[in-house]
């Protein structure tokens, strides 16, 4: 791959020649289709993601979403925590991811997730993986209130992580029903407050959350007072949802 690579010593770039956005993505194509058929990803998805040095920025360059993780790409989610109240305890829809999925395969999940496609905004993101994973309406979807984000970074079979997730709370109603429409989910609980709180402490098993969605509940429940200030542990769960840049700027 010496025609899209200069290996130095010191780094690794796109050969001089490469010097758009779309020659450099028309150059990764070719590289990622070989590991792709030396089976080094993940199943091919048929979507990019952007490398850009902030999200939104123009790009350097847009890659396969199977290869993100393979290159280190620092990519972004959006997430939804679907939320119901009623006259008691405020409870929270947890999804099943299918077993069939290559990565976290019959994990527990947030309500909705997924990557946000190059090109993409977060609220088209949201209303496209509502009514996929959910079956939530976009007149719905478009009323989940976004609550900031957190970051994860954690090594995956097919690479590193490395990933922002802007998240959303959704208030939904006593009577709905999530209903998956692309089968990625297959199976869906309404869990009081509390109970999401003891599944995300969950390590192994077939309750245990996915790390990026168990952050997510997290925030969700230290935003909404479900953990009390006080209790053991809070300022180190509350670490948890900080950018590591940030945590080093405070040591």
Not at 1 to 10: N, Q, S
Not at 88 to 95: D, K, L, N, Q, R
């Amino acid at each position: 791959m010496t025609d899209v690579f200069d290996v130095r010593d010191d780094g690794i770039s796109f050969v001089a020649k490469l010097d758009r956005a779309s020659a450099r993505s028309l150059a990764l194509e070719t590289v990622v289709r070989t590991l792709a058929v030396e089976g080094l990803l993940t199943a091919w998805r048929n979507e990019r993601y952007a490398a850009a040095p902030e999200f939104a920025a123009p790009p350097w360059f847009e890659l396969e979403r199977a290869a993100a993780r393979f290159f280190g790409v620092q990519t972004y989610a959006a997430h939804v925590n679907g939320l119901v109240r009623g006259d008691g305890e405020a409870a929270m829809w947890i999804a099943r991811r299918s077993p069939t999925k290559a990565i976290d395969p019959g994990m527990l999940d947030n309500l909705v997730g997924g990557g946000i496609a190059a090109g993409q905004t977060v609220a088209a993101t949201v209303i496209k993986e509502a009514w996929e994973e959910a079956g939530i309406a976009a007149p719905v979807a478009g009323l989940a209130r976004p609550a900031g984000t957190v970051h994860i970074c954690r090594e995956q079979p097919d690479g590193l992580q490395r990933e922002t997730i802007f998240v959303h709370d959704l208030c939904l109603a006593a009577d709905f029903v999530p209903a998956s429409q692309d089968g990625e989910a297959v199976e869906h609980r309404l869990v009081p407050l509390a109970e999401a709180a003891r599944l995300i402490a969950i390590r192994e098993g077939p309750d245990a959350v996915t790390a990026d969605a168990a952050l997510v509940i997290l925030d969700c429940l230290m935003r909404h007072g479900a953990l009390a200030p006080d209790a053991p542990g809070y300022l180190e769960l509350d670490a948890l949802r900080r950018p590591v840049a940030n945590l080093r700027t405070q040591s």
